[in-house]
């Protein structure tokens, strides 16, 4: 993660949706959160968690996006199960 150039330090709410497991070293948005949180911020981190098996990710894709094309079912199923992280992964 490149390092930022925010307008100030110190937020009171920092929210991140959905970028975690894009990053190549998940330290840096802990150190970037670390960095720009002021004192009793609230953050709030939501992001996705990788299937046990590909069996389940397929199940899930299924469910959630059995109507689309095929195309749409292969792509997403591959780009899912791939990116996201295990909780290990993370937790540090």
Do not use: C
Request: aromatic content about 8%; glycine content about 6%; cysteine-free.
């Amino acid at each position: 993660m490149p390092d930022l150039d925010l307008p100030r330090q110190g937020y009171d709410i920092i929210f991140s949706n959905s970028l975690l497991h894009h990053l190549l070293d998940p330290s840096a948005l802990w150190k970037t959160l670390l960095k720009y949180a002021g004192p009793g911020a609230r953050i709030a981190l939501m992001d996705l968690l990788r299937p046990h098996s590909k069996q389940q990710a397929q199940a899930l894709l299924n469910t959630y996006a059995g109507n689309e094309p095929e195309i749409k079912r292969v792509f997403g199923l591959v780009i899912d199960f791939d990116t996201r992280l295990p909780i290990d992964e993370v937790a540090a």
